[in-house]
């Protein structure tokens, strides 16, 4: 199997969209989790990563930088982007978050809890949804998500979800919303990616953050989850200051 070079798909690209990486450290100590989110109009870029309390743990949400600068429909870039239930640590691109949160409570799967979701509401884009799915409860695994339209036909949903069962040290997976820039901008295509986990926490964030595009990188969050203890550790890196 092929590992891609993250640096190569992340510099290669200005705007893959929002993306997901889901994996394990090299050293196989960590469960891995990172997301990012891009904007190209001033809405999108009007965002930061911020971390509250709920139920006695942590929730990343994005929240307006501005909040007079709030147009339209709200709930496309805000939203709960990180939860974590029990040993499950839950991250998407959208309030789909939500959704997998209340279906494992309620005993569905991480695949049964999406199938009452679609893509985005923002024709002609319908951007994809993509979630992720990290799970300590009896070793390490994970899974990764993506619901699209069908080559822009929005009466068609297409769900996709991946499972990995037996993580590889140093390796991880990779999807984002976007091929690249474009008119309308054109849906993610294929497995989620294989691409190399190089570093702690401290490294590994830093270069996924010089390696997004200046111009179009909005907010970083990437987290290390000890996979023994279950303590994890968070960097969140915002733009907007």
Known sequence: ?????????????AYPGRGIIAGLSKDGKYAVSAYWTMGR???????VFVTEQEDGTDVIRTKAFDPSLIAGDPSLIIYAAVRVLGKKTIVTNGDQTDTIYEGLKNGLTFEQSLRSRKYEHDAPNYTPRISSLLDLEDGYKYAIS????????????LRYTFTYDAPQPG????????????????????????????????????KLWSWLNTD??????????????????????????
């Open 146 to 157: 993506i619901l699209k339209s069908e080559n822009g036909n929005p009466d068609n949903t």
């Open 216 to 241: 179009n990188k909005v907010s970083l969050f990437v987290r290390f989850i000890d996979i023994k203890t279950g303590e994890a550790r968070t960097i969140i890196e915002n733009k907007n200051k």
């Open 171 to 206: 390796q991880g997976r990779y999807i984002h919303t976007y091929l690249g820039d474009g008119t309308p901008l054109p849906s993610y295509e294929g497995e989620p990616l294989p691409v190399e986990i190089d570093g702690d926490i401290e490294t590994f964030a830093a």
């Open 1 to 13: 199997m092929k590992i891609a070079s993250l640096k190569e798909e992340l510099t290669g690209n």
């Open 41 to 47: 109009s001033a809405g999108s870029r009007n965002r």
